[in-house]
């Protein structure tokens, strides 16, 4: 069965110490894979896509095939990141669907 | 330019009655899609279409039905409310490079 998980949901650091979310995926082929923000009472926003090999906000993201996952990281977190994030693998097979993960409530303390 | 539009924002409703979600997007694509939100279970797929005139079930169909009325709109439908409706409720449409999903605002709803 597809799916993806996020283990954590809350992450609670201190501004300015590394942050990484955990993503994993269990699915057939070769997903392409995005992180979503959604800062509060805002909408769902894209973050960063696996295939942009880019950095947004200071985060990063590296697709790791042998492990399944696509951990967010930033190595100096900021009070403004404090938001939830979401995994969303999206099948190549299926191209129109998109699955999220349960979220990661990240909380940044000053 | 407003992208993806949600009416209403807010609503309660008392167990039993029904009520229609409205969405409608102005970025000309296909496919459109309704997503719940629930504290620890994330966002999960309710329906989408992938064209105007096509809808396919999600992960959590149930006690919904949609309508694609034209290419811009997608509503849903809850015909006889349950409190285990009680979520936000989010349209979005793909958009931009390798079409990425665009969120709505969002309707948080409740059911007494």
């Known amino acids: 069965a597809q799916r993806v998980t996020q283990p954590e949901k809350l992450l609670s650091v201190f501004k300015g110490a590394p942050v990484e979310l955990k993503c994993n995926y269990s699915?057939?082929?070769?997903?392409?894979l995005f992180w979503y923000v959604q800062y509060s009472r805002q909408r769902l926003q894209l973050l960063l896509r696996?295939?942009s090999r880019e950095s947004i906000k200071g985060f990063t993201a590296d697709l790791n095939k042998g492990e399944t996952s696509f951990h967010l990281k930033k190595p100096f977190a900021q009070e403004e990141d404090s938001a939830m994030y979401y995994c969303?693998?999206?099948?190549?097979?299926?191209?129109?669907?998109?699955?999220f993960g349960s979220g990661t409530k990240l909380n940044v303390k000053p | 330019n407003a992208g993806v539009t949600q009416t209403p924002k807010f609503q309660v409703l008392k167990t039993g009655q029904s009520m229609t979600l409205q969405c409608a997007q102005d970025?000309?694509?296909?496919?459109m899609y309704w997503y719940r939100q629930d504290p620890g279970m994330g966002l999960r797929l309710i329906y989408y279409?992938?064209?105007?005139?096509?809808?396919d079930k999600g992960e959590v169909p149930n006690g919904y039905n949609v309508s694609r009325l034209n290419k811009r709109e997608f509503s849903l439908r809850l015909e006889s409310a349950a409190p285990s409706q009680t979520s936000v409720y989010f349209c979005?449409?793909?958009?931009?490079?390798?079409?990425?999903?665009?969120f709505g605002p969002g309707t948080r709803l409740t059911v007494l």
């Open positions: 969303a693998p999206r099948p190549y097979v299926n191209f129109n669907k998109f699955y």
């Open positions: 699915y057939s082929g070769s997903p392409e």
């Open positions: 696996h295939i």
């Open positions: 970025m000309n694509h296909n496919s």
């Open positions: 279409s992938a064209s105007e005139g096509t809808t």
């Open positions: 979005a449409t793909p958009r931009g490079l390798g079409d990425t999903q665009y």
